[in-house]
């Protein structure tokens, strides 16, 4: 956790762990985070129920991006969770320093994207 918030620090408002969807659900009413990473594991055993606390986590945090860290999947498991509300998904088993780095990757990626879409905006 200490080098994923080192790396991450310039970046965002505030780092915080919690342990469970619902305290990274109350945590986030606070509105102050910019992500939040989610261990799929906490999401759910069976698919469905998986993809089902995805979105509520994601509607529940927004604008907060959603990570979620799971094992390799299929395209097809990812395009779900994509499509259930995760911003980026990120495959385990991954050392704390490139995790910190793909993280920062997407922060990095969401904000041009909405740099983007404001500037197309304000055409």
Do not use: W
């Not at 594991?41 to 069976?46: D, F």
């Not at 529940?60 to 799971?70: C, K, M």
């Not at 395209?75 to 704390?96: C, M, S, T, V």
């Amino acid at each position: 956790q200490a080098v994923v918030k080192a790396v991450l620090q310039p970046r965002v408002r505030a780092i915080e762990a919690v342990g469970s969807c619902e305290a990274a659900r109350g945590a986030a009413e606070s509105g102050r985070f910019d992500l939040v990473l989610v261990d799929a594991g906490a999401l759910g055993e069976e698919r469905q129920a998986r993809l089902a606390a995805l979105r509520v986590l994601s509607a529940a945090v927004a604008p907060a991006a959603v990570a979620v860290l799971t094992h390799d999947i299929g395209e097809d498991e990812a395009g779900r969770l994509l499509g259930a509300g995760a911003a980026q998904i990120i495959r385990k088993p991954i050392a704390a320093l490139a995790l910190a780095a793909d993280l920062h990757a997407g922060l990095a990626a969401r904000a041009e994207e909405a740099d983007a879409a404001k500037a197309v905006s304000a055409r």
